[in-house]
């Protein structure tokens, strides 16, 4: 049962319809979300007694670098799923997925420095959190750079894939190497969430803002799977069926 | 309500540059974003209706 | 197997017959090995302590600049349609074309980089460290090369893009590798990274034949 | 037998032919014919899983067709011989070394005194040892033609194997593919030319 609606909606022209309702739910829940969160982590979240005021950062940091590894983590799915079911959604969703997730590795990082910077008193440091983290946005800027490149859209969907999963292979390799090359040169190895004794209301105002980027992630790979499925079946009867290529074009022509 | 003044607020105990730099850059990039996704769908519904309509065109003509 | 060795042998009998593209990147590696002091300064201590990186690196860009044409020629003539139809089966092929590539470019490498580690005054056991996690490591190197470039195979500016998606993934060969030798100057020993290296280059060497034969299919139907 | 059932063709948005059929069996040659982008080419390549139809299906004594890696000797890839635009022929190497090279790619078992009797009926007797890049390019294509003498898979997939021939190296792999076809092969060949061969031969006329 399960499987049979999973490849019923596989097919770009049922999906499209699907996405483009469901990404303004998307869309409001994180929002309403977000100002929750921000509420909550800027207005109410009391003074840290270390910190100070500084670690309000970690309202998006934490999120955005959260975000950056479980888009890549559903990036090698739809890869898997693109490979061995041979589905063509599963490219689409991978290529809608690698912009937003290259944005929050990029947030990641300038947060990240942003913090370092009162905390440790330096831009940069090279443990293993950041470093991998720079490592996974040149994963990113490399999948969109190689999928742009190619024009036969169905060989940059598995050329991509192919790239991804090899990526997500690598990810926690060079994580944990860079984490004991870190050890042997007696690196500062701090993170961000000390985790010690965090307010509650820090906590809960964080894992919101991780629940807005979320569903934020989603509205974004909904709406942008949608530009793709059109671009693809641009030749198709059913794409000239649609009411917002007749709406328009009578309003462009009168 | 943790400020006692909006200046107090912007000031972020002194850590105003790192803490509004990061939201600022986060709220900078989402807005990018959604403006990029918005134009590409637009620019793409117009070119995909200017195709359609020249295909028509053409066939009324050659005709 | 014999097709195996026979793609082996047409590699390695063609570059002979072409020699300057095999001596350039080995060329490539000693100019750069041989600017970095030149950038960093002559104090010996320094050189000693920054000599691992610098040769590896200079390795890993050597190794890089030979990537591209790892699959260009063939798919170019022809060649690599003739191996897809192959029936000793396409990944097998592109194996002997990963090892040919490790005897034109790793191997004068690894053969090469004692001689360089003594203009960086490394001590005969760091020298001996370096060759041996070169000896290991390139492979390696070649191995993931291989599946950025049979990826970007007739891509537009593909040169480019395959530095792009390889070096990233060449991080942990560079932390290792080079890690090695320094393991060994501060006496710690350099057999845990070494057999860390090993077990890469064996995963590699089990998985992108595959991944690459895979990419090359994409590059032939397109 | 070579059986191809309502295949159809893509090229990126354009649709290059569709519901293509029809069959081969053991003696038979089929000419390809069709105007310049119609897809002769793509077909060609598509039997020989080189590429993905959209739609429709290849079998091959029986048995469903497949462009996968696997190694059994029924498949199609290990019963065919694929001779397109592309010569795959190394400039550097010499005629002898490019057809033992093909040969232990395409698993042939090939002496070398067999290699040099085949070179030496396609007319390249003297030049065995040449390097490629002084020939001629009709030698070029004779030396790649060399390989169909010395195969031993049944069926023959030659894109436009009468280009730039000579009009003796014609008749000799006329010759060639007669004596193929009478020992029970297969020919699938595209040309612009009118092709006489003996067995039985048909002509398919592909159109968009």
């Known amino acids: ?254 | ?63 | ?222 | 037998m070579l059986t191809v059932s309502q295949l159809s063709c893509r090229r990126g948005d354009r649709r290059l032919f569709s519901h293509v059929s029809f069959t081969l069996a053991s003696g038979q040659w089929l000419h390809l014919e069709g105007d310049n982008g119609v897809g002769k080419t793509s077909l060609m390549r598509l039997i020989c899983g080189l590429g993905v139809p959209e739609e429709g299906d290849i079998t091959w004594r029986n048995e469903q067709a497949s462009a996968t890696d696997d190694d059994e000797p029924q498949t199609l890839r290990n019963n065919l011989i694929y001779l397109g635009h592309q010569l795959a022929i190394k400039e550097d190497l010499t005629p002898l070394e490019n057809l033992q090279t093909h040969a232990a790619i395409s698993g042939t078992p090939l002496s070398t005194s067999n290699a040099m009797a085949a070179l030496a009926q396609m007319g390249l007797r003297g030049r065995e040892q040449l390097p490629v890049k002084v020939l001629s390019q009709g030698q070029k294509r004779r030396s790649a033609l060399a390989r169909l003498i010395v195969s031993e898979v049944p069926l023959w997939v030659l894109d436009e194997p009468f280009v730039a021939l000579d009009g003796t190296a014609q008749e000799v792999l006329r010759t060639v593919i007669n004596s193929h076809l009478s020992h029970g092969g297969m020919v699938l060949l595209t040309s612009h030319q009118a092709v006489s061969l003996d067995g039985q031969g048909r002509v398919y006329r592909l159109s968009a």
């Not at chain 1, 969430?193 to 991780?210: E, K, P, Q, V, Y």
């Open chain 1, 1 to 254: 049962m399960f499987s049979k609606s999973l490849f019923y909606f596989s097919s770009p022209q049922r999906f499209y319809p699907v996405a483009g309702k469901s990404w303004p739910w998307f869309a409001v829940m994180a929002s309403a979300l977000a100002v929750w969160g921000l509420w909550l982590g800027i207005f109410v979240a009391p003074t840290d007694f270390q910190q100070g005021e500084g670690y309000r950062i970690i309202f998006v940091h934490v999120p955005v670098s959260w975000m950056s590894m479980i888009i890549y983590l559903a990036m090698a799915f739809w890869a898997l799923m693109g490979l061995t079911f041979n589905t063509r959604l599963s490219g689409m969703m991978c290529s809608a997925l690698a912009p937003t997730g290259a944005i929050c590795a990029f947030l990641s990082l300038w947060t990240g420095a942003l913090w370092g910077k009162p905390m440790w008193g330096t831009w940069w440091v090279w443990d293993a959190r950041l470093t991998s983290e720079l490592i996974l946005f040149f994963l990113y800027l490399g999948y969109i750079a190689l999928t742009n490149a190619i024009d036969d859209p169905r060989r940059a969907d598995k050329a991509g894939g192919i790239l991804a999963l090899v990526g997500a292979l690598n990810v926690p390799v060079i994580y944990f190497s860079v984490k004991w090359w870190n050890t042997l040169h007696q690196g500062a190895s701090v993170s961000v969430t000390n985790g010690s004794s965090m307010d509650r209301t820090m906590l809960d105002a964080m894992l919101i803002m991780a629940v807005a980027f979320w569903l934020y992630a989603i509205a974004m790979t909904l709406y942008r799977v949608r530009n793709i499925i059109l671009a693809r079946e641009r030749h198709t009867q059913w794409v000239a069926d649609l009411p917002e290529m007749k709406a328009m074009s009578t309003g462009a022509i009168t």
């Open chain 3, 1 to 222: 197997m014999s097709a195996f060795w026979a793609i082996v042998r047409r590699d390695i009998t063609l570059a002979m017959r072409r020699k300057a593209e095999v001596i350039t990147a080995v060329f490539f590696f000693v100019v750069v090995a041989a600017l970095f002091p030149l950038g960093i300064g002559p104090d010996m201590a320094t050189l000693r302590l920054t000599a691992p990186g610098i040769l590896w690196i200079g390795a890993l860009l050597a190794c890089m600049l030979s990537m591209g044409r790892l699959f260009a020629a063939d798919y170019a003539d022809g060649t690599l349609e003739q191996m897809a139809l192959s029936p000793n089966g396409l990944s097998v092929l592109v194996a002997a074309k990963i090892l040919a590539h490790w005897c034109l470019s790793g191997l004068p490498l690894v053969l090469l980089a004692p001689i360089l580690g003594l203009q960086f005054d490394l001590p005969t056991n760091a020298l001996w460290v370096l060759t041996l996690s070169l000896l290991v490591g390139t492979p390696l190197l070649s191995l993931i090369g291989a599946i950025g470039a049979a990826l970007t195979l007739g891509v537009r500016g593909g040169d480019v893009l395959l530095s792009l998606l390889v070096l990233p993934l060449y991080v942990p060969a560079l932390i290792f590798g080079a890690g090695a030798v320094q393991a060994e100057m501060s006496g710690l020993g350099a057999s845990a990274h070494l057999s860390v290296l090993t077990a890469m280059a064996l995963v590699a060497a089990v998985f992108s034949p595959w991944a690459s034969a895979a990419a090359l299919r994409l590059a032939l139907e397109s």
């Open chain 2, 1 to 63: 309500m943790i400020w006692h003044s909006f200046s107090d607020f912007w000031a972020m105990g002194g850590y105003a540059v790192y803490v509004w730099g990061s939201f600022g850059m986060t709220a900078a990039l989402v807005w990018a974003e959604i403006a990029w996704a918005k134009q590409a769908r637009r620019k793409l519904v117009q070119n995909i209706q200017a195709e359609r309509a020249s295909v028509a065109l053409n066939a009324t003509d050659w005709r």
